[in-house]
């Protein structure tokens, strides 16, 4: 998938004939997100809608739907759906989903994650399944279609892949299954007046909790955020930097980190220098050099 395909424009005209067909307003409509999904929000009724920015979509957005709804049941820390019953919905040969709009109440923090990041891994598994938190099959997929990569990057993340692989399978087997957002950070968070809920169910599945905490660790490393994962310590109660994992941990979310700019390739020349950047700290083992954000090049 490139962002030449799945233009603004083109998620926008999506946007435009959901809110149609099922009677949404979509006056003052705006654009939060163009990345692996486009968002927008939809003030006057109140929802927000999420268009997969695929035509192959896989699993994600029905496994999305069917985790909403059980976590409606038991009352998780999560935003909820919202609009037409019977979701996804099929639009322009790509897949949405509707959920509720909840606006900014107060600016969130690393304190308000760690308790609601405690409470996600209390919940017991769903009765269905899940897939497991495995990175490297993710990366691996995300090369798939990965036009504009050079041939040489291509095989430099794969030989990263290749290494990382078993370890992290012998990583799994260590420790045991829960529930995992996946990329548990900040951005992630909403508040829906009563408390603080978890968004973006695409990453979920199961695996050691341990790897939920790392994204805030490697953001600090990366993103320049000095104090943030002593606030997530003392928030959640627990630091992943002491435990004996820790390494694995923290390359398997820079290898998440790095090929998220694969898709983003297209789209100019601040992600290509960013992805360049990220990708050869790596291969020298640079673990301190400082990252942008790829929200900050649009």
């Known amino acids: 998938m490139t962002s030449g395909r799945f233009t603004e424009e083109i ?5 435009l004939e959901i809110a149609s067909r099922h009677g949404l307003n979509p006056a003052g409509a705006t654009l939060l997100r163009l990345t692996n999904n486009a968002v927008f929000a939809l003030p006057a009724s109140d929802v927000v809608v999420r268009i997969a920015r695929s035509h192959q979509p896989g699993n994600r957005v029905t496994k999305g739907v069917a985790l909403a709804r059980w976590f409606e049941q038991v009352n998780a820390p999560t935003v909820r759906l919202a609009g037409p019953e019977q979701q996804p919905l099929a639009v322009n040969g790509m897949l949405a989903t509707v959920w509720r709009y909840l606006p900014a109440r107060q600016p969130l923090t690393i304190r308000d994650l760690g308790p609601a990041l405690r409470e996600f891994h209390r919940l017991e598994l769903p009765p269905f399944q899940l897939p497991d938190w495995d990175p490297v099959a993710d990366s691996r997929r995300r090369l798939v279609d990965a036009e504009g990569l050079r041939d040489a990057d291509r095989g430099a993340i794969e030989a990263w892949c290749d290494d990382l692989e078993p370890r992290l399978a012998q990583l799994r087997h260590r420790h045991p299954r829960s529930l995992v957002h996946g990329d548990a950070h900040v951005g992630n968070l909403l508040h829906d007046g009563q408390r603080v809920v978890f968004c973006d169910f695409d990453p979920i599945g199961t695996g050691p909790w341990q790897s939920d905490l790392a994204a805030v660790a490697v953001g600090e490393a990366r993103f320049d955020r000095p104090g943030a994962h002593r606030q997530l310590v003392e928030s959640y109660g627990y630091d992943v930097q002491e435990d004996p994992d820790w390494p694995l941990f923290r390359s398997a979310r820079e290898l998440k980190m790095v090929v998220a700019a694969v898709p983003l390739l297209a789209s ?26 790829f929200a900050d090049l649009r």
């Open 11 to 15: 998620m926008t005209a999506a946007m």
């Open 268 to 293: 100019g020349p601040g992600v290509e220098r960013e992805f360049r950047t990220r990708l050869d700290t790596i291969l020298s083992g640079d673990h301190n050099t400082r990252w942008t954000p």
